[in-house]
C-alpha cells in the first residue's frame, strides 16, 4: 500500500492564481481531512469529508473549496491565492470512529509559496 | 474552544529521558493522541490515550490525567533519530469529534 499520497510537493503561485492539490489513500478510508501547518502554530483543519460525496468546514476554511467525487481522493482548491495561503499542506485519512479507528495517517505534505 | 499548551523546544542528551508535557482545556475530552514529525515529514502516529494512565511503546510512554487536563509523553533511552517535533492532538466531542493540535515540541537529541 502506498497509504496516503499528495501530488504535487511542492509549488509556486502568483497571488491570484488558482490550483487545486490532490489526496489520495489506498486504505479504503471513510475520512479524510485537509489541514495546513504553520510554524508556531500546529496543525489546522481547513475541511474534511466523512465519505464518498460529502464535505464539512473546519477550523479555517475561507478561501479553499474541496470536493470528494471519489472514495479515495480527496481534492483541495484554491480559487485565487493570497500570501497568507502560503504554508505546508497535509492530507490525512483514517478508517473509522472510536479507538483505534480514530488513527489519522498523514500524507508527505503539499509546500505552497504564494508570491 | 480548546487550548492545548506544549513547551516549543527541548533539549536533551543521546542515552537519556525525555518527559514532554502536554497541558489542555476542552468541554468534551474524547481521546489524546501523540504525533512524531520529522523536519520536512508528515507527522506519524505514536501513541493513543483515553483512559487515566500509562500506555507504554517500547522506548516511547504516554500518561494522561483527565481530571488534571494533563498528559506527557516520555522517550527513555534517547537517540539521535528521535531528534523531532512531538505534536499533542485533542478530540472533542463539542468539536465534531474533531482533532486539535498543539503547536508542537520541538525536541533536539545532543550526543
Known amino acids: 500500500n502506498a497509504g496516503v499520497t499528495q501530488t504535487p510537493k511542492f509549488r509556486v503561485l502568483k497571488t491570484g492564481q488558482s490550483m487545486t492539490l490532490l489526496c489520495a489513500q489506498d486504505?479504503?478510508?471513510?475520512?479524510m481531512y485537509w489541514y495546513r501547518q504553520d510554524p508556531g502554530m500546529g496543525l489546522r483543519l481547513i475541511h474534511y469529508?466523512?465519505?464518498?460525496?460529502?464535505?464539512a468546514k473546519g477550523e479555517v476554511p475561507d478561501g479553499y473549496n474541496v470536493s470528494r467525487l471519489k472514495k479515495q481522493n480527496f481534492l483541495l482548491g484554491l480559487e485565487s491565492a493570497a500570501p497568507s495561503q502560503t504554508s505546508v499542506y497535509f492530507c490525512?485519512?483514517?478508517?473509522?470512529?472510536?479507538?483505534?479507528?480514530?488513527?489519522?495517517?498523514f500524507g508527505p505534505g503539499t509546500r505552497l509559496l504564494v508570491l | 474552544g480548546q487550548n492545548i499548551d506544549q513547551p516549543t523546544e527541548m533539549t536533551a542528551t543521546e542515552g537519556a529521558i525525555v518527559q514532554i508535557n502536554c497541558t489542555y482545556q476542552?468541554?468534551?475530552?474524547?481521546?489524546l493522541f501523540w504525533y512524531q514529525q520529522h523536519a520536512g515529514e508528515a507527522p506519524t502516529f505514536l501513541s493513543y490515550?483515553?483512559?487515566?494512565g500509562l500506555e507504554e511503546k517500547g522506548r516511547f510512554s504516554s500518561f494522561l490525567s483527565r481530571s488534571k487536563g494533563y498528559s506527557y509523553l516520555l522517550l527513555k533511552e534517547l537517540q539521535m533519530k528521535d531528534s523531532a517535533s512531538y505534536l499533542c492532538?485533542?478530540?472533542?466531542?463539542?468539536?465534531?469529534?474533531?482533532?486539535?493540535f498543539g503547536g508542537g515540541t520541538r525536541l533536539m537529541v545532543k550526543p
Open positions: 486504505m479504503n478510508h471513510e475520512y
Open positions: 492532538a485533542v478530540r472533542d466531542r463539542q468539536a465534531g469529534n474533531m482533532l486539535t
Open positions: 469529508s466523512v465519505g464518498e460525496g460529502t464535505t
Open positions: 476542552t468541554s468534551g475530552f474524547n481521546g
Open positions: 490525512a485519512s483514517k478508517p473509522g470512529q472510536g479507538g483505534r479507528q480514530e488513527t489519522q495517517y
Open positions: 490515550n483515553v483512559l487515566d
